[in-house]
């Protein structure tokens, strides 16, 4: 549990802020780096994360990049996760009309006053779901830990079952994630109807 | 490095292995997605539904599916809830349950969101023309639901496709698998660099199509 | 003779190849009231959008009160922006904020006020507007006229050397365009500067002291206002002053 709920943290930190950059350079930026880093997006969408960790962990010591099973989940979690978050923060971003950036550069503010005071703020609101779906997905790849041997709660679980043929600790390490989870998935359920009704 | 990577010569030998785990993602991905598909269906059905104790365990259920981990859920199916059910265990069946199970509760909301995305206010005008109920449904629902549910049904299924590879985990013979069997064989890491890529080629794939299948139904609803 | 406030040379401005401003320039001094009409498409919009760079031209130079505006240096262009003021079709206004914090926002962050004094002007300015009454509304719950006059108290409060309107009343319901009509009249006889696009001819033949008819891109005429709504010279602009009125 521990080490899933460390996992998790630590990807959420890690990818919130260069998904909120990627989103906001794609939006705001020069052709040529949104429309590369677009591209880049949608290819990453395009691969299995189970395949990205697989590939650090036992590929890459090959190119002389060796990192631990931790780290290996680790970067490839939170390289998806920045995708992702990047993606709901684009949507949100994409929501807020052109006529606000207008108004507000009207009258005379500066970018980031413009972004932090005007924009994001709207954003933010339409964000929610999206992101609180983000963070379902994101403590859900924490699972992926397991297919390397770490000892996350579903690792820890397998082990005991294969070792031992006692199939509690999975009850346990299933009734642990979905005590994680589904008050995530609540809140996004909420958040979701919130959005509904007020379109 | 290259060599260690991309080697072709390597990938021409692993072929007929990588195209077999290939043929099994597949066919789990085919079972699978119609497993999904139809279970989606029943339970928007049950959503619909006059009966509350069925609404209610329709949106537990997707609830539920929703939060477990693809991984989690695929491991307590294999070895707990088959077992516990006497079926047989068989990775193929276990795996194609698992992810039609949750993926079929994806399913069941993009159905009931693509229902809610047609305006009442037609179906009312339809009505008071004198259209009976089906009609309606045949001629103004259908076909704007159909519309509205391309998009995300087809991000649904790209997502299905990218859960395939979890199927390694419980021994089923997939791409992910036969890949790490090739590794083994010829100790390069060239058949994983091409299982990713196959895996890209598909996905790509299925963006244009959907993209595609969007277009055709656009036109043929502004016709 | 005085410096104009406002100075345009030669601005084009292409949009995916076509050319929607050709060669446009035109000064306007201080206190005056330009009105800006034509045909839809002629360009009006993105002309006065160019004004303040919110659409960089592709040739031509913008000055206020002699001072050039360029995307060179972020701080010089907002420091400029904040003496100009501007009005939206659509409003634009900020619907996360109460109506006064969209009038104080661009107080602090732009002029750098303290809160409370920021906070005071824009009360003050919102009165002035006759929405006193309704400082902590959010816009979702104004009326669109009521809106627009928010709008406008949020660009008179930074007393701007120079005012923009962007069809002001095009996107309002008849009731409501007189309220805010009767707002810029009150601005024009305190002396701003304006420049206004619209439709409201009555509005123009009562307010503008001078008018540029704009078609397809060019400055078709340039006169005072009296002059070319009696008689206009062009052909095209009395088919459009006889469609209008």
């Not at chain 2, 023309?129 to 649904?156: C, D, E, H, M, T």
């Not at chain 2, 390069?188 to 139904?217: C, D, H, K, M």
């Not at chain 3, 303290?114 to 104004?142: C, F, M, N, S, W």
Request: glycine share 6%; with cysteine.
């Amino acid at each position: 549990m521990f080490v899933t709920l460390q996992l998790a943290t630590l990807t959420f930190f890690l990818a919130i802020v260069p998904g909120l950059l990627i989103a906001l350079a794609r939006r705001l930026g020069p052709r040529w780096l949104a429309l590369p880093l677009g591209a880049m997006v949608n290819l990453v969408r395009c691969v299995p994360t189970l395949l990205t960790v697989v590939f650090i962990y036992l590929a890459l010591p090959f190119a002389g990049i060796t990192l631990s099973a931790f780290a290996s989940v680790l970067l490839g979690t939170t390289f998806m996760q920045v995708v992702f978050f990047s993606e709901a923060f684009r949507g949100a971003l994409a929501s807020v009309g052109k006529g606000q950036f207008d108004a507000a550069y009207a009258c005379g503010l500066r970018t980031t006053t413009v972004l932090r005071r005007v924009i994001l703020p709207q954003a933010a609101l339409v964000a929610a779901p999206a992101f609180a779906s983000s963070l379902v997905l994101l403590v859900q790849n924490t699972s992926i830990a397991s297919a390397v041997a770490v000892n996350d709660m579903i690792g820890t679980a397998l082990n005991i079952q294969t070792n031992y043929g006692d199939p509690a600790p999975l009850v346990a390490a299933g009734i642990g994630y979905l005590v994680l989870i589904v008050p995530l998935v609540r809140l996004t359920r909420r958040w979701e109807r919130r959005m509904a009704m007020a379109l | 490095m290259t060599s260690h990577f991309f080697n072709l010569a390597v990938f021409w030998r692993v072929r007929l292995l990588l195209l077999q785990g290939a043929v099994g993602t597949a066919k789990l991905a085919f079972v699978a997605l119609a497993i999904a598909l139809s279970i989606g269906i029943v339970v928007f059905a049950a959503q619909l539904g006059p009966w509350r104790p069925l609404r209610w365990a329709a949106e537990w259920f997707i609830d539920l599916m929703r939060a477990f981990p693809v991984l989690v859920f695929l491991v307590l199916t294999y070895y707990l809830f088959l077992p516990l059910l006497q079926v047989r265990i068989d990775p193929f069946a276990a795996a194609a349950v698992a992810f039609g199970l949750k993926h079929g509760a994806y399913f069941a909301e993009i159905y009931r969101s693509a229902w809610l995305a047609v305006e009442r206010g037609q179906i009312q005008a339809a009505a008071s023309l004198g259209l009976r109920s089906w009609r309606i449904a045949q001629l103004v629902v259908i076909p704007q639901a159909a519309l509205v549910i391309l998009p995300p049904l087809f991000n649904q299924i790209a997502f299905l496709v990218r859960d395939m590879p979890f199927a390694f985990v419980i021994g089923y013979f997939e791409l992910l698998t036969s890949a790490r069997a090739a590794e083994v064989l010829v100790r390069n890491s060239t058949p994983l660099v091409a299982a990713i890529l196959i895996y890209i080629l598909a996905l790509l794939l299925l963006q244009w199509l959907g993209g595609r299948i969007e277009e055709f139904s656009r036109r043929r609803l502004e016709a | 003779m005085l410096r104009p406030v406002l100075s345009l040379a030669n601005i084009c401005k292409s949009f995916g190849g076509q050319p929607i401003l050709r060669g446009i320039s035109f000064d306007v001094p201080s206190g005056q009231v330009l009105a800006v009409i034509g045909p839809s498409g002629g360009g009006k919009s993105t002309l006065l959008r160019c004004i303040n760079l919110l659409e960089a031209p592709d040739e031509g130079i913008v000055k206020l009160d002699g001072e050039t505006l360029t995307r060179d240096s972020a701080a010089r262009l907002a420091e400029l922006r904040s003496r100009i003021g501007m009005v939206f079709q659509l409003f634009n206004l900020f619907p996360h904020l109460t109506a006064r914090q969209n009038v104080s926002l661009a107080l602090k962050y732009a002029l750098k006020l303290k809160g409370d004094e920021a906070d005071a002007r824009a009360e003050q300015t919102l009165a002035r507007v006759g929405l006193a009454h309704k400082i902590d509304a959010y816009p979702r719950h104004l009326s669109g006229g009521q809106q627009q006059r928010v709008a406008i108290a949020r660009a008179l409060v930074m007393r701007p050397r120079l005012m923009l309107f962007d069809e002001p009343t095009s996107a309002l319901d008849a009731e409501m365009v007189a309220e805010v009509l009767q707002v810029m009249r009150d601005v024009v006889a305190e002396g701003m500067t304006m420049v206004v696009v619209s439709h409201e001819m009555r509005f123009v033949r009562s307010a503008a002291d001078r008018i540029l008819f704009i078609a397809e891109g060019e400055v078709v005429e340039d006169r005072p206002a009296r002059e070319f709504l009696d008689d206009p010279v062009e052909e095209r602009s009395r088919r459009f002053v006889a469609a209008i009125e």
